[in-house]
């Protein structure tokens, strides 16, 4: 048994860990049962950037509770925060702070948290690592135009940004060669939108919060921030190219380019000169998140988006913030109730 | 794929010749950058069994060859990029312009172009009244 300060941190961490995995359980339980079941598309009436804020804070609820629940509960224990707010902080009664014993439940849910927690972020962070040296190597492979686009000799049809630090627009000699100059404008405009909000950094960043959901959930999120973050990007375009339309269509060339021939030899299975690629962010496995339940692609949600002119609604931030205190609170207030709850289901 | 330096300058090499044997590439290196023989040997034996060289025999050497040319392996190196990171089959770090896996069929696409004709329609009818 541990006695004093770090005992006190080790119960606050408990605390936190429950909040977290609270947080977790409720917000999948949300996206998989709210969303999948009636089909609705609850915040595809918001626009792109506030329903980013929202997948953000998804993704940040459970370690945004979990620390606000922490801080409670220790704040509860100031002879400060006793005085000023002595009635509300009762609530908070806080088990045996002072002591932690690693073999009770509280150290071993404390361990099994931290160890789900460290290998998750060291199998993210090793798979930055070598995204990022295998980017240096495409980079040295690529040379940059007037634009600073990075042209990449390849025959597959496309346009990305990638890179962390300092992420780079790269685009394909098949795809440059098939574009006007406008088309290849609008492209350089999205993927250098991309490139100033350093999206790739941030899509890292959103998977490793993430990849603590259940994959089903983790998956939904990851889809509909890719999407959202799409749909940013073409609204950045569209602030230059007034005729949204022009964006759509480009949109829907590229697209066309890339299946057809390009498709059929990905179809054929392995060729010894497989020039071809395909990456990522298909949303059209029911995105139940952000897409429109009639559209079936990610292309299509951002061509409806794009070309309609409705007013989307905003986050309402009172309410978001409300909810997170909320959750705090009784995430604070419940920790001693669980103690109590498991400790006499296992005396029991 | 995960390749060392040498690896890269070797790799890079056979894209511009057709095929060597170790003592060539020895030779090519040797004024550039230094090193043995045998460094030189084992970087193409890696590079064999990543797939990236082909060899086959002649005499006592071996003959390589690059088993995929530039294009193709650039092409293979966004792939992997994207695969590294991804969940599934979704989720790309990379920021993609347009999505080459999505599934759209021929007549989901003229559906799409159906909707941006009508969307310019409407704005010139918008435009002249």
């Given at each position: 048994m541990i006695v004093g300060e770090l005992a006190i941190l080790l119960n606050l961490l408990s605390i936190m860990a429950l909040g977290v995995l609270l947080i977790i359980g409720s917000v999948s339980l949300w996206v998989k049962v709210v969303h999948s079941k009636t089909k609705?598309?609850?915040?595809?009436?918001?626009?792109a950037s506030s329903r980013r804020r929202i997948l953000w804070l998804l993704a940040l609820s459970p370690w945004l509770v979990g620390l606000l629940a922490a801080s409670l509960a220790i704040l509860s224990g100031t002879r400060v925060f006793a005085i000023v707010t002595s009635d509300i902080f009762?609530?908070?009664?806080?088990?045996?702070?002072q002591a932690f014993t690693f073999n009770s439940w509280h150290g071993l849910s404390l361990g099994f948290a931290l160890s789900c927690a460290s290998f998750l972020v060291i199998q993210n962070v090793k798979r930055l690592l070598v995204n990022r040296h295998q980017i240096k190597w495409l980079q040295s492979l690529s040379k940059p135009d007037q634009n600073n686009i990075y042209l990449l000799d390849a025959e597959v049809p496309t346009a990305f940004t990638a890179g962390y630090y300092q992420p780079q627009c790269y685009m394909t000699s098949a795809l440059r060669k098939e574009l006007t100059l406008e088309e290849y404008t609008i492209i350089q405009l999205h993927e250098n939108a991309h490139a100033k909000r350093a999206d790739p950094l941030k899509k890292w960043f959103f998977q490793l919060l993430t990849s603590f959901y259940p994959l089903g959930a983790s998956r939904q999120l990851n889809q509909a921030m890719s999407l959202a973050m799409e749909q940013c990007a073409d609204a950045t375009v569209s602030k230059v190219v007034i005729d949204k339309s022009k964006i759509a269509a480009t949109l829907l060339k590229i697209k066309r380019l890339s299946v057809g021939p390009f498709m059929s030899i990905l179809d054929?299975?392995?060729?010894?000169?497989?020039?071809v690629c395909y990456f990522g962010?298909?949303?059209?496995?029911?995105?139940?998140?952000?897409?429109?339940?009639?559209?079936?692609d990610n292309l299509s949600d951002r061509i409806r988006y794009l070309l309609n002119d409705d007013q989307k609604n905003t986050v309402p931030l009172l309410l978001v913030v409300s909810v997170v205190i909320a959750l705090s609170l009784f995430c604070a207030m419940s920790a001693d109730l669980f103690h109590h709850a498991i400790e006499y289901s296992l005396a029991h | 794929m995960n390749l060392g330096e040498l690896e890269k300058l070797v790799l890079k090499y056979f894209w511009q010749t057709k095929a060597a044997d170790a003592k060539e590439v020895h030779a090519y290196f040797e004024k550039q950058r230094g090193g043995t023989l045998n460094t030189i040997q084992s970087t193409l034996d890696r590079l064999f069994k990543k797939g990236l060289l082909s060899r086959d025999k002649q005499g006592h050497a071996f003959q390589y060859r690059a088993a995929k040319q530039r294009k193709a392996f650039i092409g293979q190196l966004i792939k992997d990029i994207t695969q590294d990171f991804t969940i599934g089959d979704e989720d790309s770090l990379l920021t993609a312009f347009v999505s080459l896996s999505s599934e759209l069929n021929e007549g989901q696409m003229d559906e799409l172009e159906k909707m941006i004709q009508d969307y310019r329609a409407n704005v010139s009818v918008e435009e002249k009244a």
């Open positions: 609705k598309t609850y915040l595809s009436v918001y626009s009762e609530l908070f009664h806080w088990h045996h702070p054929s299975g392995p060729i010894e000169d497989n020039t962010s298909d949303q059209s496995v029911s995105s139940g998140i952000a897409s429109d339940s009639l559209s079936s | -």
